[in-house]
C-alpha cells in the first residue's frame, strides 16, 4: 500500500532553481539602489513643553501679549504677537483670552489690537 515515489519531485527542483537566478538579480539592483540614496533619519518628534494652567501663568502670558502690543502700536495677528512676545501660539490665546475678558483688547480683521 505503500505508494512509490516517482521522480516528479526532481524535475519542480531543476525549475525552481532557474527562477532564483532571476531572483538574486534584482537583489543586487535594490542594493545596488540602496547605497546610492540613503536612508533618511526619521526626527524624532519635539517634546512639547507643558503649560501650567493657573491664574498665575496665565496673567503673566496676558502681560507678555500686552507688552508686545503696546509696543508694536499696531494690530498684530496671533503668530505675531507669538514672535514678538518670544512665547508659543498657545500661550497667546491664553493671555489673549485674559485681556479679552477683561476688555483691554479688541479685533480688527483677524488681528488683535488694543482697546
Not at 86 to 109: M, P, Q, R, T, Y
Amino acid at each position: 500500500m505503500a505508494e512509490k515515489k516517482s521522480t516528479v519531485k526532481a524535475a519542480p527542483a531543476k525549475k525552481a532553481a532557474a527562477p532564483a537566478k532571476k531572483a538574486a538579480t534584482p537583489a543586487k539592483k535594490t542594493t545596488a539602489s540602496a547605497k546610492k540614496a540613503p536612508a533618511k533619519k526619521a526626527a524624532a518628534p519635539a517634546k512639547k513643553a507643558s503649560l501650567a494652567i493657573n491664574a498665575q501663568n496665565v496673567g503673566f502670558k496676558a502681560g507678555d501679549v500686552y507688552q508686545a502690543l503696546a509696543a508694536s502700536k499696531k494690530a498684530l495677528s496671533v503668530a505675531e504677537i507669538a514672535k514678538a512676545a518670544k512665547i508659543s501660539n498657545e500661550e497667546v490665546l491664553l493671555g489673549l483670552g485674559w485681556l479679552l475678558k477683561e476688555g483691554k483688547v479688541k479685533d480688527e480683521a483677524e488681528k488683535v489690537t488694543l482697546a
